[in-house]
Structure formats: structure tokens, C-alpha cells
């Protein structure tokens, strides 16, 4: 199966975590030799939105903002690519093609940012409409998608399996601006839902839950 690992900021960025870094290494390692096809791209998390807050105050535009934080993302994939082979061979990718090439290579493909305007997470479904995966995953710091914000009010409930139409009326923003900070950005469940690519969104502070996803337990949410 060719599966797309977004792997979110928020988790392994958000501060560092080294441990939570190698143990993802070791999933897409089992993954892959499983014989899936992996493409894995990496938020830059609050480091990314420090360096976007300091983008603003030294008055630097919104494209500006977006080349800073991509910059953290790209450091963050290099950090997982080196920790997941040490082959000088092995580049992070940085455009669709080269997505394209290293899968026709057999390699695991990790990147972070792409162009300034989209966020990672459309990285992700932009890379998953490229090689035609069946399922994306994205690791976040909530167990899935929840009616309304978990952090901010104490009766919100997690939602098992949504539609991508249910899923766009529940964000309420649907802009993209450098920093959007949400569980999935809105431009990134538009191209899902024209390429009618699944997306499960699962608590990544456990690694196994990917896993779990991909051999289609029930965990998280679970949106089509």
C-alpha cells in the first residue's frame, strides 16, 4: 500500500523529542519492510511559528514568513532521514517530482515544506494525490477530530468517522495564513476529498498507533 505519514510538529517538534523522533524511524522502518510505499512529511511545529513570529516583527511579508518556517520543516526531515539511514545517497525531497523519483527508487521519501501558501498538512495531501496512495495518516496531539476544541471546552467529543464535507463545516477557518495552527488544514481535505484519498487522524505521542491505522484497526478518526 502506498501510504502518505504526515507527521505533525506538534508532536515530535513541539518541544524536540529525540525519543519520540527514533521510535517514528522505527515505524516507517517496519512499514517499509512490510513492503509499503512511504512518502513522510514533517511539521516544523512551534519552533516553525517562533521563527514566523520573529519573521513578523522584523516586518517581513507573509512569503517571507513561509520560506522561514519551511526552512524548519526541511531541518526536522533531515534530522529523521539521518536518523533513519546514514547513505550519503539519501536527500529529503523538496519538490513533487522528486517525490516521484525516489518512490520509483524504492526509498522512503521524508520532506517537510514545499512552497510558500500551503501549509504541511497540504504538502502531504498534494504528495498523496502525486502517487496516487491509498490512506494518509497524520500524527497530531489529540486522539482524533473532535466536535469541538478538546483544550478549550470540557464536553467536546471525539468523532469516530466524518465525511470531508462534515469535516470542512467544522473548522471555521478556511484561509490559509503562515502558522494556521489546526488538526487539518482546510485546502489540505479539499484535495483529499477530490482525490478520494482516506485520511485517519490518530494521537501520534504513540507511535504503534500508526501501525494500528494502516492494518485498519479502530483508532482515531477515520475520514473519506
Not at 523529542?17 to 516507517?28: C, G, H, K, M, P
Not at 534530522?79 to 529529503?92: G, H, V
Not at 520509483?104 to 498534494?126: E, S
Request: glycine residues 6%; proline residues 3%.
Amino acid at each position: 500500500m502506498r501510504i502518505v505519514l504526515r507527521l505533525g510538529g506538534s508532536v515530535v517538534a513541539s518541544p524536540v523529542n529525540t525519543d519520540l523522533i527514533s521510535r517514528y524511524v522505527e515505524v516507517v522502518q517496519t512499514l517499509s519492510k512490510q513492503k509499503h510505499e512511504l512518502a513522510v512529511v514533517v511539521g516544523g511545529g512551534t519552533l516553525a511559528r517562533e521563527f514566523i513570529a520573529i519573521a513578523k516583527k522584523l516586518s517581513l511579508g507573509e512569503k517571507d514568513q513561509d520560506e522561514v518556517a519551511i526552512s524548519i520543516s526541511r531541518t526536522f526531515a533531515q534530522l529523521f532521514l539521518k536518523k533513519m539511514s546514514r547513505s550519503k545517497e539519501n536527500k529529503i525531497a523538496i519538490t513533487l517530482e522528486e517525490v516521484s523519483n525516489f518512490l520509483r527508487k524504492n526509498k522512503v521519501v521524508v520532506m517537510g515544506g514545499l512552497k510558500p501558501g500551503i501549509t504541511t498538512d497540504t504538502v502531504a495531501a498534494l504528495v498523496a494525490q502525486r502517487i496516487n496512495a491509498q490512506l494518509i495518516v497524520k500524527a497530531t496531539n489529540q486522539d482524533g477530530i473532535y466536535n469541538k476544541d478538546p483544550k478549550k471546552y470540557v464536553d467536546a467529543l471525539k468523532i469516530d468517522n466524518l465525511s470531508f464535507d462534515d469535516l470542512s463545516k467544522i473548522f471555521e477557518e478556511t484561509k490559509h495564513k503562515a502558522g494556521i495552527h489546526q488538526i487539518v488544514d482546510p485546502e489540505a481535505i479539499k484535495i483529499l476529498k477530490k482525490g478520494n484519498i482516506p485520511l485517519i487522524v490518530v494521537n501520534g505521542f504513540n507511535p504503534n498507533n500508526i501501525l494500528d491505522a494502516v492494518i485498519g484497526k479502530r483508532i482515531g478518526t477515520f475520514i473519506n
